[in-house]
């Protein structure tokens, strides 16, 4: 990459995060600390993607996320997941099959409405909205080897695909 494009990036990018900071102080001086808060539910399931066949392997996941969107733009959350079955994450002659729970993973995460960032917000949620989510998190694995724990550092990146239901659209589907 030559200069001059890493320099037309880089002008580009403050442009954009200048603009998104000042439609962000616009929006934060109507908004109160009890404003725009929500809890999600997740399911789903998590599979070890290197040698393995996927859809013999899947593992039943578990979670919680609690957030709260300081702007029609930005917003944080917190998330808790819970991690059900080790199928070929581990050798079984280590792994201790006692466990019911057998990891879990909190995540402090940023997230972005793409669709009010690129589109401009119109005063109240439209029926599809995409988002994306990022963050560093905390995993913790129950008994491998067994009778031993083990943490790790996480990191999560992705989109969020947002159906809002209701009059007001006040329901949210992700």
Known sequence: MT????KLLLSM?????SA?????????VESKATDNWYVGVAGGASVKTTHTAILKNLNPT??????????????WAIEGLAFFNDKKFY????????????ATNVNL???????????GYQGQPRFFEVGSVGGFG????????KGVDKNMLTSKLG??????FGADKEWQES
């Open 159 to 164: 989109l969020d695909f947002m159906f809002n």
């Open 20 to 28: 998104q900071a000042a439609f962000a102080q616009s929006a934060l």
């Open 62 to 75: 578990a979670g919680i996320r609690v957030g709260r969107q300081w702007t029609p733009v930005t917003g």
């Open 3 to 6: 200069n001059k494009m890493k």
């Open 138 to 145: 905390w995993q913790h694995i129950f008994g491998v080897p």
């Open 13 to 17: 990018a403050v442009v954009a995060f």
């Open 109 to 119: 995460l940023g997230t972005l409405n793409l669709s009010n960032w690129f589109c």
């Open 91 to 102: 050798d079984a002659t280590i792994y201790d099959p006692s466990t019911f729970v057998k």
